[in-house]
Each structure stands twice: as structure tokens, then as C-alpha cells.
């Protein structure tokens, strides 16, 4: 099932994207919710397709574009991010409309060249941009601000000057496949919000600063952001660049969050201990189990914590796989400004604790407590220290919060 009709998200613009609503894996991050990949057609005296959708929903997307215009009068398309959530059906436009002059950054250029080679890239007529030019639509004047690094080095946003229009791409979005477009039509979007940010943007803090700044420099009044997934920030448009901004500063709560898999119980139950006594204390406290929760949640619990506990079984001399590939994963994310805390249990012989510290240590994280191992089960003694080190947590979570 698809949407099949466009929406026209302000006069002379129009949504053209697709739903995909049984997308569960967007290369390796869980969406359990589904997805969109947003389009726009802004048709005035030239007609403008800004951005396309994944390659197997091309037809989707030209149903929706016929319906408002003939393609082959499409003068311009604006490929604002090469990855192929986005570029995927740019190959089908530009056999529609071979003339159109394809606006993208340098990189964006060098990318989709890259690409798209088979498709016959070498006849489309390029034209680069940087922040700051401009593209006359008729009544309407298109400016292109690059936004290096939310999250491609080619990442650039398109902005709708004479209506206030962000076109933002992969930035502001929100993996949920949903027939709604607005923000203001549907539940828990600043929290879908937050995931997508966990997960995608939360790498490049520092470049998101650079970018909220730069929009205060170029002086422009957002009254709209569409971004390409999810859903329009008709009404929260002003909070969710606030929250970037928060979300990139590491702000953290009074939190810990505990993160644990299990084989026979043991490392649970030293979970369980861990989370009653920092509750005890009045803290927040949230259990994750690593395969009976989605990471992609984890991620976004883990980004707003100030205090991480992580647990796991030793399993042939080693970490839990689940472990291992979750401390890979958030490895590459770099969450700032977390305190760690290594727990675990094993049988014949340890590793998996010290497998874990040497994981955090060479991701250039905090460890903030002695490390904690028990041997086959917790008995009282065990779980003793393990009430302990939850006080502490819970004392570290407080002194580590900045929000
Ligand atoms: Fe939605 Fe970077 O692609």
C-alpha cells in the first residue's frame, strides 16, 4: 500500500515523496516504524524537483509528479544529497526530462558521478552551487546553504526564500512511515526525532553548531522546514533546530542507563541490582537488553544519559557478540560526555570486562568506576557491590548532568 496521491504542502508545492511502510532496516539501523523518502515539485514559471526517492519507489514518485505536470517540463532538479534514499530515481527524471539542469553541491556532483555512471550521468547538465546562491523560479527564489556534514560531506539544503521554506534533507528528519505529513498531525515526533538524531547526526555536534549559526547568519525567516523523511515542521520548526542544538551540545540528563545482554541470568540479575539501588537514590534509570530492545531506541537512551553501565557475559574468553557489535556501533557515534561503568559475569574464565574496557578505552571514552565481575552467580556478597556501585552511578549521574 502507498500513498498515490501528492499533497500540496503550500501553494505551488508540492509533496511527491513515497511511504515505506515496511522498511525495518535502513542499512543496519532499525526503524520499526517505517519510513518516508520526501520529494518536492514546486511548479512556477520553471518547474523545480527537489530531491528524489529510493530506486524501487520511482514509479511511486512519477505517478505523484504526472499528476501535477508533464516531467519533460521539469527545468530543474536539485540533488541535495547523493545517497541513494535520495538519488536512487534520479536516473528515471533524467530520462524524463534529459534537458533539466541537475543544481548540486561540488561533492554532490562528484558523488553522483560516481554513482550513477551506467546511467548515462555524463550527459546531464551539472550545475555546482555553494551557500548563498540563488535560482530564480519565476515568483519564487531558490538559495542553496551547504550543510557539510548533516551527514555527507555533499549534504546541502535548499531554501524557499519569498515562503520561508527549508528543504533540509536528511537533517530534521524522522524515520515513521505514516499517511500524515505535517508535524502537527501525528504523536511522539520530537521523539522520532531524537532517534533519527541519535542514530544518523549524532557524530558531527560540532558541524550542526556550525550550521544553526550559519542560518543566523544568512539572516532567513524559517516558517517551515521539510525535510526528506518523515513528516513537515509546519508548527515545531523553531524547537527542533533548538533541540539540535541541545542534542549537539551532549546536553545529558540525571540519567543512567544500564545496557546488558545475558546468557544463564547471572549478568542480568547484577543489571537488575545495579538499576533498583540507582533508583533507590531517585535517579532515573532505564534497563536495555541488548536483544530484546532496538539499538536505534538504545542509541537515543544512550544520548541522553549521563551515566552508561554496560554488561555482559563472557563468552569464549570475550564479549557477547551483542556486546562487541553495540560498543562497535556507538564507537563510530561518539557520544559526548558520558561517564562509563563495565559490569559482567563468567564461568571458567573472565574476559568479557576487560574485553569491554579496552573497547571504551580505545574509543577514547570515560571509564568512572571500578569495573565489577562476578564468577558463575551473583550471591549476596556480589550483589553487595553491585547495590554499591549503583549509589555511586546514581551520585556520578547527577555531577554529569548538564542539561
Ligand atoms: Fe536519507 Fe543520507 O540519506
Redesign the pocket.
Known amino acids: 500500500m502507498n500513498d498515490i496521491e501528492p499533497v500540496e504542502i503550500a501553494p505551488g508545492i508540492y509533496w511527491v515523496g513515497v511511504v515505506d511502510w515496511n522498511l525495518r532496516d535502513?542499512h543496519g539501523y532499525e526503524t520499526p516504524k517505517g519510513g518516508t523518502?520526501n520529494a518536492y515539485l514546486i511548479v512556477d514559471e520553471k518547474i523545480a524537483l527537489i530531491d528524489t526517492v529510493k530506486a524501487p519507489f520511482a514509479d511511486e514518485m512519477m505517478k505523484k509528479i504526472k499528476q501535477i505536470v508533464d516531467p519533460s517540463k521539469i527545468d530543474l532538479v536539485i540533488s541535495n544529497?547523493?545517497?541513494?534514499?535520495?538519488s536512487g530515481s534520479l536516473p528515471v527524471i533524467m530520462e524524463h526530462a534529459p534537458n533539466a539542469t541537475l543544481i548540486t553541491s561540488s561533492k554532490g556532483r562528484s558523488g553522483l558521478s560516481g554513482h550513477y555512471m551506467e546511467s548515462g550521468c555524463d550527459s546531464w547538465n551539472f550545475q555546482e552551487v555553494k551557500t548563498g546562491d540563488t535560482v530564480s523560479l519565476g515568483k519564487r527564489t531558490l538559495m542553496f546553504i551547504e550543510a557539510t556534514m548533516l551527514?555527507?560531506p555533499d549534504?546541502m539544503h535548499t531554501y524557499l526564500m519569498e515562503d520561508g521554506i527549508l528543504l533540509s534533507?536528511?537533517a530534521f528528519?524522522q524515520h515513521v512511515a505514516t499517511s500524515k505529513r505535517f508535524d502537527d498531525e501525528v504523536e511522539d515526533v520530537m521523539e522520532d526525532a531524537a532517534i533519527y538524531y541519535a542514530n544518523?547526526l549524532m557524530p558531527f555536534g560540532a558541524q550542526i553548531l556550525k550550521y544553526i549559526d550559519k542560518l543566523k547568519d544568512l539572516d532567513i525567516n524559517i516558517k517551515m522546514i521539510a525535510p526528506?523523511?518523515g513528516v513537515i515542521w509546519r508548527k515545531g520548526f523553531s524547537q527542533i533546530i533548538e533541540n539540535y542544538g541541545k542534542w549537539a551540545r551532549a546536553e545529558a540528563t540525571p540519567k543512567v542507563l544500564v545496557i546488558y545482554d545475558t546468557m544463564w541470568g547471572s549478568t542480568e540479575r547484577m543489571a537488575m541490582e545495579i538499576a533498583d539501588a540507582v533508583r533507590s537514590k531517585d535517579v532515573e534509570v532505564r534497563l536495555r537488553h541488548l536483544r530484546k530492545n532496538d539499538w536505534s531506541m538504545t542509541v537515543k537512551e544512550l544520548m541522553e544519559a549521563s551515566v552508561v553501565a554496560i554488561g555482559s557475559p563472557t563468552m569464549n574468553n570475550g564479549m557477547f557478540f551483542t556486546v562487541s557489535g553495540f560498543l562497535t556501533y556507538i564507537k563510530g557515534l561518539h557520544p559526548k560526555n558520558k561517564k562509563y561503568f563495565l559490569f559482567g559475569s563468567y564461568g571458567w574464565g573472565g574476559g568479557a570486562v576487560k574485553a569491554m574496557e579496552k573497547e571504551i578505552e580505545t574509543a577514547k571514552f570515560t571509564i568512572a568506576e571500578e569495573s565489577l565481575q562476578v564468577k558463575f552467580k551473583p550471591y549476596e556478597d556480589d550483589l553487595e557491590k553491585c547495590r554499591a556501585a549503583g549509589y555511586r552511578l546514581a551520585e556520578l549521574a547527577k555531577e554529569n548532568a548538564n542539561a
Open positions: 535502513f523518502y544529497h547523493v545517497e541513494m534514499d535520495h551527514h555527507w549534504s534533507n536528511d528528519g544518523i526528506a523523511h
